[in-house]
Nanobody, 124 residues
Framework: QVQLVESGGGLVQAGDSLRLSCAAS????????MGWFRQAPGKERGFVAA????????YYADSVKGRFTISRDNAQNTMYLQMNSLKPEDTSVYYC?????????????????WGQGTQVTVSS
């Protein structure tokens, strides 16, 4: 059982940067693929980025490619999402998730564990 806790959200202006963290407990994350999703009010939760267990491969939604960077530190049992050049449309609750799988997961149903989310608000 993995417990995930996100942090680092907040209110920023368009063009600013934020770094989200996802701290894991209960189990080590080095056996899990990890991912970030986001959900804006009135919308479904959508994929943002994913990273393989060893950090060598990553995958991004087109909407964040080139602006966001996912990374992980297995020694610290933590995953990160560096968000640069933020836009108002990035405003959402951001969730981290862990998947025990053999392929890079991009769908909600592929993930086994979820955090409670952290709010990111980008003003124009």
């Amino acid at each position: 059982q993995v417990q995930l806790v996100e942090s680092g959200g907040g209110l920023v202006q368009a063009g600013d940067s934020l770094r989200l963290s996802c701290a894991a407990s209960g189990d080590t994350i080095n056996s899990y693929f990890m991912g970030w999703f986001r959900q804006a009010p009135g919308k479904e939760r959508g994929f943002v980025a994913a990273i393989t267990w060893n950090g060598r491969n990553t995958y991004y939604a087109d909407s964040v490619k080139g602006r966001f960077t996912i990374s992980r530190d297995n020694a610290q049992n933590t995953m990160y999402l560096q968000m640069n050049s933020l836009k108002p449309e990035d405003t959402s609750v951001y969730y981290c998730a862990a998947a025990y799988t053999i392929t890079l997961p991009t769908r909600l149903a592929e993930y086994n564990y979820w955090g409670q989310g952290t709010q990111v608000t980008v003003s124009s």
